[in-house]
């Protein structure tokens, strides 16, 4: 079951064209991450999705809800985090959590204590002194504290050290458990790499993929590194197999070179007989993959 469906979105602002037929489709209890340059469409699909922005054309839909007629009644089961968070400054930081759970009816407070508990937070402070971390740190503890259907995070972990990153990715593996559902839009990619069961690619308004990231990697090549006690000359015909690309040895004999997925098992049938001693196989990074994206598109 789809949690969002956007199908052919379109968000116009005079003569720009800030979202040009988007397609996304996000099920229930997956972590979908919604990654793109800077510019590229990624807060203003989230805005159409919070009701904040009406689309131009096309449909966008939560919980089989139009996100426009729909906006309070899709908001009773969504928690939202964005990348820039605004307090209130003569409230605590405390207060501030309260607020938000009283809104959102949850009167459970022991979680949100174990929350301010692992951020380190203190509650105590005007949020008129927090740093930029400090404020994001009530944002996630707000939304984290109640049992939403679905998190909606834009760039939620901005400003964020990295022991902090790696609480707020504890929290997304306990909203995933609790069979949540949470759309991701970072830079980190690393942050994605590790949390997400599926991913789009959005450039100039436009996805230009969207897949699982296994299934992506086959877009570039794997990085080969390998060491052998044969002769070199016995490896002269590796640089003339299809699917090989930039091969190098060092002064110490180690040889590596990229290599096509689809031409893997050719070349291990020629490494078969080599005596290799040490070899490794490197896959893409998802920020190579993205760079691969922005390049060629």
């Given at each position: 079951?789809?949690?969002?469906?956007?199908?052919?979105?379109?968000?116009?602002?005079?003569?720009?064209?800030?979202?040009?037929?988007?397609?996304?489709?996000?099920?229930?209890?997956?972590?979908?991450?919604?990654?793109?340059?800077?510019?590229?469409?990624?807060?203003?699909?989230?805005?159409?999705?919070?009701?904040?922005?009406?689309?131009?054309?096309?449909?966008?839909?939560?919980?089989?809800?139009?996100?426009?007629?729909?906006?309070?009644?899709?908001?009773?089961?969504?928690?939202?985090?964005?990348?820039?968070?605004?307090?209130?400054?003569?409230?605590?930081?405390?207060?501030?959590?309260?607020?938000?759970?009283?809104?959102?009816?949850?009167?459970?407070?022991?979680?949100?204590?174990?929350?301010?508990?692992?951020?380190?937070?203190?509650?105590?402070?005007?949020?008129?002194?927090?740093?930029?971390?400090n404020r994001q740190k009530?944002?996630?503890?707000?939304?984290?504290?109640?049992?939403?259907?679905?998190?909606?995070?834009?760039?939620?972990?901005?400003?964020?050290?990295?022991?902090?990153?790696?609480?707020?990715?504890?929290?997304?593996?306990?909203?995933?458990?609790?069979?949540?559902?949470?759309?991701?839009?970072?830079?980190?990619?690393?942050?994605?790499?590790?949390?997400?069961?599926?991913?789009?690619?959005?450039?100039?308004?436009?996805?230009?993929?969207?897949?699982?990231?296994?299934?992506?990697?086959?877009?570039?090549?794997?990085?080969?590194?390998?060491?052998?006690?044969?002769?070199?000359?016995?490896?002269?015909?590796?640089?003339?197999?299809?699917?090989?690309?930039?091969?190098?040895?060092?002064?110490?004999?180690?040889v590596s070179f990229d290599?096509?997925?689809?031409?893997?098992?050719?070349?291990?049938?020629?490494?078969?007989?080599?005596?290799?001693?040490?070899?490794?196989?490197?896959?893409?990074?998802?920020?190579?993959?993205?760079?691969?994206?922005?390049?060629?598109?």
């Open positions: 079951m789809s949690v969002i469906e956007i199908s052919s979105l379109k968000k116009r602002f005079g003569k720009v064209q800030a979202l040009d037929g988007v397609d996304l489709s996000v099920e229930a209890g997956e972590v979908y991450g919604f990654i793109g340059p800077n510019g590229a469409g990624k807060s203003t699909t989230i805005r159409v999705l919070l009701g904040l922005l009406k689309a131009s054309e096309g449909t966008a839909r939560i919980f089989d809800k139009d996100v426009w007629h729909d906006a309070v009644a899709i908001h009773r089961d969504i928690a939202y985090v964005p990348g820039d968070v605004n307090l209130w400054n003569n409230l605590s930081g405390g207060e501030v959590i309260d607020l938000f759970c009283r809104l959102r009816k949850s009167h459970e407070h022991s979680y949100r204590d174990e929350l301010i508990e692992r951020f380190e937070f203190d509650p105590t402070k005007k949020s008129g002194t927090y740093s930029k971390g009530v944002a996630l503890i707000a939304a984290f504290s109640v049992a939403a259907r679905l998190y909606i995070l834009d760039e939620p972990t901005s400003g964020l050290d990295p022991l902090m990153e790696q609480i707020f990715r504890q929290c997304i593996a306990e909203a995933k458990a609790r069979g949540a559902t949470v759309l991701l839009s970072s830079h980190i990619l690393s942050e994605v790499e590790q949390l997400c069961d599926r991913i789009s690619i959005i450039r100039s308004g436009k996805i230009i993929d969207s897949g699982t990231l296994d299934g992506m990697r086959h877009l570039t090549r794997n990085h080969v590194s390998l060491q052998t006690d044969a002769p070199p000359a016995t490896l002269a015909g590796l640089a003339e197999l299809p699917g090989v690309h930039h091969l190098k040895t060092d002064a110490a004999g180690m290599m096509d997925n689809a031409e893997t098992a050719a070349v291990l049938a020629f490494l078969a007989d080599k005596s290799i001693r040490h070899l490794v196989s490197t896959p893409p990074s998802l920020e190579e993959l993205f760079m691969t994206h922005y390049v060629s598109h």
